[in-house]
């Protein structure tokens, strides 16, 4: 891995789908006997818990009412 300019390492994708990293998810770097250590933050959310925080967010249906579904969608994803 190539440490850029910015102090930023790019973790390989492999590695991210064996260890359910995903964008957004919080690491720590932690050093122990000279050694780094990328590790899950301890006050990190599980994926369960993510997605439960993104249902809480999602409009009830009197929000949404008279919107196509395209629009739905786009503000859905935030986009």
């Known amino acids: 891995m190539l440490l850029n300019s910015k102090g930023q390492v790019t973790i390989p994708a492999a590695l991210r789908a064996k260890y359910r990293l995903n964008e957004g998810d919080e690491v720590d770097v932690i050093e122990e006997d000279g050694v780094l250590r990328i590790v899950r933050a301890e006050s990190a959310s599980s994926p369960g818990q993510r997605m ?3 249902m809480r967010r999602i409009p009830m249906s009197k929000d949404v009412e008279g919107m ?3 629009e739905i ?7």
């Open 52 to 54: 439960v925080e993104r």
């Open 68 to 70: 196509t579904t395209d």
């Open 73 to 79: 969608m786009e503000m859905l994803r935030g986009e």
